[in-house]
């Protein structure tokens, strides 16, 4: 149990020393291999409760939550904005580009 908490500790501190610079899909991996580490966890503490050091331990990894949370918030505020930005430069565009038929005649007069 003690050798998980020092494993969730370490990548949870490693990935809080980057966070700023980290991309969402480093976020998704860092999440991801965390949720595996804390699925070790549940099981074990199901067995063997923690004793108070290690409580201490998951209270001190805790504490960066919401720091990861706010980083998360940030990209996907990010990858909204991205999202509405595209959708107007599309609308932009297909205001612009003029709809017909490509079989159409065109018929012209002579006067």
Same mark, same amino acid.
């Given at each position: 149990?003690?050798?998980?908490?020092?494993?969730?500790?370490?990548?949870?501190?490693?990935?809080?020393?980057?966070?700023?610079?980290?991309?969402?899909?480093?976020?998704? *991996?860092?999440?991801?291999?965390?949720?595996?580490?804390?699925?070790?966890?549940?099981?074990? *503490?199901?067995?063997?409760?923690?004793?108070?050091?290690?409580?201490?331990?998951?209270?001190?990894?805790?504490?960066?939550?919401?720091?990861?949370?706010?980083?998360?918030?940030?990209?996907?505020?990010?990858?909204?904005?991205?999202?509405?930005?595209?959708?107007?430069?599309?609308?932009?565009?297909? *205001?612009?580009?003029?709809?017909?038929?490509?079989?159409?005649?065109?018929?012209?007069?002579?006067?």
């Amino acid at each position: 149990m003690d050798e998980l908490l020092v494993q969730l500790d370490q990548i949870t501190r490693s990935v809080s020393s980057s966070l700023n610079q980290m991309s969402s899909d480093e976020l998704v *991996a860092f999440v991801e291999q965390r949720q595996l580490i804390v699925d070790q966890i549940v099981v074990n *503490a199901s067995r063997i409760s923690l004793n108070h050091s290690q409580q201490e331990k998951l209270g001190s990894i805790l504490e960066f939550d919401q720091m990861i949370r706010q980083r998360m918030e940030q990209l996907k505020l990010e990858a909204s904005d991205w999202l509405m930005q595209r959708d107007q430069a599309k609308q932009q565009r297909s *205001a612009y580009e003029t709809s017909y038929a490509s079989d159409s005649i065109l018929m012209d007069r002579r006067n």
